[in-house]
């Protein structure tokens, strides 16, 4: 199965994006940056627990 660029790299990205957003915004200012920071770095941490914690199907 040949898989795309974006396929591979689409995810990966998106959370590499996410981290320097919320690292700059913890930067610039505060009141909605510290939001904006919150949110954006808990992003990838939600989705590495997500996926460090789920369950895994049995293959038959």
Excluded: C, K, N
Aim: hydrophobic share 55%; charged share 15%; aromatic share 6%.
């Amino acid at each position: 199965m040949t898989r795309t660029t974006m396929q591979i790299w689409g995810a990966p990205l998106l959370l590499a994006v996410l981290t320097i957003v919320g690292l700059t915004s913890a930067l610039l200012g505060d009141d909605i940056w510290d939001v904006v920071s919150a949110l954006a770095l808990g992003a990838p941490v939600a989705v590495g627990a997500w996926f460090s914690l789920r369950r895994t199907r049995p293959r038959a």
